[in-house]
């Protein structure tokens, strides 16, 4: 095995590493956030926003990743440029670029799968207990907000640290619509050098690292709350 | 004053009047009322199914009403009369009911994710708007009486039975509520915790607390009430002081109900 390529590439992987931490939350944050309105209203109602987010996480859940991100990006980037004056616009630099595609797909991947997730999570909370929040005179939002959301949560943070860890390792398709995060900087090094096992084993050490990392990081935050009944 | 009677002597604190709910075509209220004046300990005995629970539920519009009219303290919820039967119109005047009517369920529900000290100062500090020093304040004297000041910062699935429901009961007293709603506190009790559970709710009768309570336990029931109603198929069928209802009661049914339960 040859590795004196490494120290020339290490600043690179280190850029392309930031990028996919950045994806990798981004996506999470947006994703989540719609995730638990999607969650929400197939166990709330009303049934026409059930069904379309039941349609939703179908479709979002039933199609490969790589055709999503394809659509948006070729798909959906391609008819922006035929829209008079946006390439004057302030927008421009933004729709030019790969990354805010990468983040919209992603955040769709995360919002379908998650809002599955968070539908069983909030079906999951026992009746009793939203009761005895209503009962004590809590408004419907503040329900949701100090019984509901939490309880609900606390029972699925186990299954979304695994989904998280998984979207972690669906970024490299992000290189093949030129975003160069970690994976996208390997196949530069094998272009470059012709050396083809070694970046590929770097990378993965790197995934696992970012992984371990993710893990700890979530094993952390499992522990500060309680757990479920004993 | 009559306590049993219907004369109006201004210091009701919860009226219900002519309550009926219907659940699709079984109706299981069928026209109940009563009144609690300032101190009654009102409690509501009678068969599965007579429908005691669900009038306790639907006091404080857990269930809805098909119709009839519940007042605390002289004010009446206000009602918008659908074809389904009634809803309540004024939100915020629910939630307000519902902070002074203070339920205590059968099964707890209790707050899991929420400490013994969390769950009973979320009430004061998120519907009452208390600080949370206020609220802490309140909360320690009051789980100091309910005897779980060790267990403060304990989460509810690692206590028992006895213990949840105690601290469910300090949960809805840290409400100050006018009026407390006792949904049969005992009946998921292992039975050597039915005690400790009884003492309390005791305790709390004897300091002039005004409560409504549906219970199986019928000695209980005739030591701490001020007056026992007997339900039957959504109807009252017998309503007195305990001595009457449990000794001379007019309905045949009622007397063989407390005599096969006794």
Redesign the interface.
């Known amino acids: 095995m040859v590795w004196d390529w490494l120290p020339e590439y290490l600043p690179r992987f280190m850029e392309g590493l930031w990028l996919t931490v950045q994806l990798l939350v981004i996506s999470i944050v947006i994703g989540m956030t719609l995730a638990i309105p999607i969650g929400l209203v197939q166990v709330t109602g009303p049934r026409p926003l059930a069904w379309l987010a039941k349609g939703f996480c179908t479709v979002v859940r039933g199609t490969p990743l790589l055709i999503q991100l394809w659509l948006i990006y070729y798909g959906v980037g391609s008819l922006f440029p035929s829209i008079p004056g946006i390439r004057e616009s302030f927008l421009w630099p933004y729709l030019r670029d790969a990354f805010p595609y990468a983040i919209l797909a992603f955040s769709i991947s995360v919002a379908g799968y998650e809002g599955e997730v968070m539908r069983g999570a909030f079906r999951g909370v026992?009746k009793?207990?939203l009761?005895?929040?209503?009962?004590?005179?809590?408004?419907p939002f503040?329900v949701l907000r100090?019984?509901w959301l939490?309880?609900a949560v606390?029972n699925v943070f186990p299954t979304l640290t695994g989904e998280f860890i998984l979207t972690l390792k669906a970024t490299p398709l992000a290189a093949t619509i030129t975003i160069y995060e970690a994976f996208g900087i390997s196949s530069i090094v094998r272009q470059e050098t012709y050396r083809i096992y070694e970046p590929l084993l770097f990378v993965a050490f790197l995934y696992i690292c970012l992984s371990a990392i993710l893990i700890l990081l979530f094993r952390y935050l499992e522990n500060k709350?309680?757990?479920?009944?004993? | 004053m009559n306590r049993n009677g219907f004369s109006d002597t201004g210091s009701t604190t919860l009226e219900v009047n002519d309550l009926h709910k219907s659940f699709d075509d079984l109706e299981v209220l069928k026209g109940v009322s009563m009144r609690a004046h300032e101190g009654d300990v009102v409690t509501m005995i009678g068969a599965s199914g007579s429908g005691k629970s669900t009038f306790l539920r639907c006091i404080n519009l857990l269930e809805l009403p098909t119709s009839g009219e519940i007042k605390l303290k002289g004010e009446a919820v206000e009602f918008k009369n659908l074809k389904s039967g009634v809803l309540p119109s004024n939100k915020k005047q629910v939630q307000r009911f519902r902070s002074q009517l203070g339920m205590v369920f059968q099964s707890f529900n209790l707050w899991q994710h929420m400490t013994v000290m969390q769950n009973v100062i979320e009430g004061p500090v998120q519907v009452l708007g208390l600080s949370r020093a206020e609220a802490t304040a309140r909360a320690e004297s009051i789980l100091n009486r309910v005897g779980l000041w060790e267990k403060r910062d304990d989460y509810p699935a690692f206590m028992s039975g006895g213990q949840q429901q105690r601290a469910a009961i300090a949960r809805a007293l840290a409400m100050e509520p006018s009026v407390m709603l006792f949904d049969e506190p005992t009946s998921a009790l292992d039975p050597e915790l039915v005690g400790e559970v009884l003492k309390v709710i005791q305790s709390l009768a004897e300091e002039g607390r005004t409560m409504i309570m549906v219970t199986h336990e019928m000695k209980f029931a005739r030591d701490v009430s001020t007056e026992v109603i007997y339900l039957h198929e959504g109807k009252i069928e017998e309503q007195g002081p305990p001595k009457q209802v449990f000794e001379n009661p007019a309905s045949d049914r009622c007397r063989k109900f407390v005599q096969a339960v006794h």
């Open positions: 026992p009793g207990e009761e005895a929040a209503r009962a004590i005179g809590m408004s503040q100090r019984v939490p309880r606390q709350i309680p757990k479920r009944s004993a």
